[in-house]
């Protein structure tokens, strides 16, 4: 499994998301995606999984060490005491003393993002995180982001059917990179007949293409949910064939500008 690398991180491309997963259906597909080989997991204050992800790493039994574990910070009180509060409460129910990555995971306009990344930064300079992001910024707010100090990340949606140009723009510009959640846009990808033909070639599922699609772009990471332990190993198997630029530029003509995740308290995006 190759690596992002963004400002000193280095990220396995491929991550195992937990988004509306809970309890033992959580850490049994936590457990199992550790034993089959992941090694990148992302969960969420808001997600009230956190202690489900722990232990499902306790099962599997795999070295603290070997693991990039993501958290995020809800938007509801980005202040600084809100946000150590939030950090304090995950490093808890996650069973650690370290994450390598907290996000922001909504921008707040109540709270200025330059007064929340310099808390959060006291974290980092403390030992209990690694590494700075946010989540669901739009490019001109994750520039505002970017100017505050180094982040390493932004994850936002990011499927065959939306284009994130401007973002992923935003994060190379400043060395970072974007995870992309919602990859196989809920599933939508496998009724695709473009991602269907190219999938023929290589003996891979439209699902597999989508998502190397995505973990061949430059600086890009992508965090499937699977709940199915078929599939989740399914996903994993995408790093023993290349699409060619014909095929990228064929599944990128796909976007249509279908965001499936848009809460009303989200910010205005871009339009590509």
Known sequence: MHNVEATGAHVPAL???TFRMAGEECSRAVSHALRV???????AEIYENEDAVAAGIREAGI???ELFLTTKAWMQDLSPAGVRKSLDGSLRRLDTDFVDLWL???PNSAFPIRETLQAMRAAVDEGAVRHLG???FPAALFEQAAAAGPIVCNQVEYHPYLSQRKVLAA????DAFVTAYAPLAMGKVSEDEVLARIGDRYGKTPAQIALRWLIQQPEVAAIPKASDLHHCEENLAVFDFSLTDEEMARIHALARGERLIDP???PQWDVD
Do not use: C, M, P, Q
């Open 15 to 17: 991550g195992f998301g």
């Open 37 to 43: 080989g992941y090694r990148h997991l992302d969960t």
């Open 63 to 65: 070295d603290r060490a």
């Open 104 to 106: 922001v995971h909504w």
């Open 134 to 136: 946010v989540s669901n």
């Open 171 to 174: 994060a190379r510009a400043h």
């Open 264 to 266: 009303d308290f989200g």
